[in-house]
């Protein structure tokens, strides 16, 4: 996946790793359980201050029901909200649109039921529910439709104008009035966001640069979102043999791994989006375009992030070093294949002479098992005679002066 670098800070979006501005611009995010605590202790305030003014508004029994009734709706609906917003589904479009709307028609039940007994005081509590809304969803939930979520709002609020217009004969000054403070104070959390925006990415662009400068020292530098490809750089894209299109439209870039290695890749992932400890560190099989199977380690760092679980990657090309550790490994196999099946007496001893691994024909030998030979040593089993020659014969090849050494020797047996 290759990064293509910003022609300047104005054009963050050329940059695939603008798309993670939290992880890059050296914020300090709020976590998730602190934002829906400051969510729910706001939603919390707004609800108490028109319950407040609704106690006061000398309403009758069976409109105090319905308010009661109403009001306990919301209260479940911010708990279910609050619990949504700590999870990977705030992110969605379609479950903001949706949250957004039960709230609209929970505050327009009800402040419309209230109306009648509200009179003037109805146009200031929609203008301020619904500035709450917008700022909860645009300060809390980083919505990034929030056009969509302003017009649910000014959908919600221009249907209790009218009704307090031509139901309430509320006047009309107030509901202009209001409705302009409504309006301004979106418009404020718009702007906002937009230069918050706008500056974190120009953060974005330069620590992606620094990024991307040390990456071209080979690595491959990778970012995956819910275990899809986001953004990486040249190395990581002439690894796989994939176009960065190609990569961004697999499910899953668990894909690119042997089939007999995928199943263990998904259950690691998901412990690791889980919260559980996993390795940060692995090695694994990754398979080209050309079908050439290559030989990786992935070192993971976790992004702190609100929303979709991101992972930063440094994937390194092991398949020589991965080539030679195997084939040592097979070397090592035959050589302890002949070694146990040989039929002469073998051992190895070291500089010490302590006796460190015997084959089965050297205990036949003897008459000790390997376990009592591996507390011994070859001194122990040599006859006192040949003792000499054999230190001897050790000195010479320890001291270079010879590669090996045959004579016959005298040992002790059981």
Same mark, same amino acid.
């Given at each position: 996946?290759?990064?293509? !670098? ?15 501005? @939290? ?12 934002? +829906?605590?400051?969510? @729910?202790?706001?939603?919390? +305030? ?6 407040? !003014?609704? &106690? ?55 402040? @419309? ?5 509200? @009179? ?73 966001? !937009? ?36 953004? &990486? ?47 940060? !560190?692995?090695? +694994? ?30 994937? &390194? ?98």
């Amino acid at each position: 996946m290759a990064a293509e !670098r910003s022609a300047s800070a104005g054009k963050p979006a050329d940059n695939p790793f603008s798309l993670i501005p @939290g992880a890059w611009a050296g914020q300090d995010p709020l976590r998730s359980w602190r934002l +829906a605590a400051i969510n @729910g202790i706001g939603a919390a +305030a707004i609800i108490a201050a028109v319950a407040f !003014r609704l &106690s006061r508004a000398q309403m009758p029994s069976y409109a105090v029901q319905q308010e009661l009734i109403l009001i306990s709706a919301g209260v479940l609906f911010a708990i279910i909200a609050i619990g949504v917003r700590a999870s990977r589904l705030a992110t969605s479009l379609a479950i903001q649109v949706l949250l957004m709307i039960v709230s609209t028609v929970l505050t327009v039940l009800v402040l @419309g039921v209230a109306g009648p007994w509200l @009179g003037d005081d109805l146009p200031p509590l929609a203008a301020a529910a619904f500035a709450t809304i917008l700022l909860h969803f645009e300060l809390g939930l980083h919505a990034r439709h929030f056009a969509y979520l302003f017009a649910v709002a000014i959908a919600g609020v221009g249907a209790l104008w009218i009704y307090a217009a031509t139901q309430l004969m509320v006047s009309f000054s107030a509901i202009a009035i209001w409705s302009f403070v409504l309006l301004g104070l979106g418009l404020l959390a718009f702007l906002t966001r !937009r230069s918050v925006d706008r500056e974190m990415r120009v953060q974005v662009d330069r620590q992606a640069s620094l990024l991307l400068s040390i990456s071209d020292l080979g690595e491959g530098l990778l970012i995956t979102e819910d275990g899809r490809y986001v953004g &990486s750089n040249d190395a990581y894209v002439k690894l796989t043999g994939y176009t960065q299109a190609e990569l961004r439209a697999l499910p899953s870039l668990i894909d690119l791994a042997p089939p007999e290695e995928q199943e263990m890749l998904r259950a690691t992932y998901s412990k690791r989006a889980a919260g559980d400890v996993s390795p940060v !560190r692995y090695e +694994a099989g990754l398979v080209t375009k050309d079908g050439r199977r290559v030989q990786v380690e992935v070192a993971i760092h976790q992004i702190d992030s609100e929303g979709p679980h991101r992972l930063l990657a440094l994937v &390194s090309d092991i398949t020589e070093r991965h080539r030679a550790e195997q084939a040592e490994r097979q070397s090592e196999m035959r050589f302890r294949t002949l070694f146990e099946q040989a039929q002469a007496g073998m051992t190895f001893a070291g500089l010490d002479g302590k006796i460190m691994s015997v084959n089965p024909a050297y205990c036949d030998l003897l008459g000790y098992t390997a376990d009592e030979l591996k507390t011994m040593s070859v001194y122990d089993v040599t006859f006192q005679d040949d003792v000499d020659a054999t230190k001897e014969a050790q000195r010479q090849m320890i001291a270079g002066e010879e590669a090996n050494f045959r004579f016959e020797k005298r040992f002790l047996r059981k």
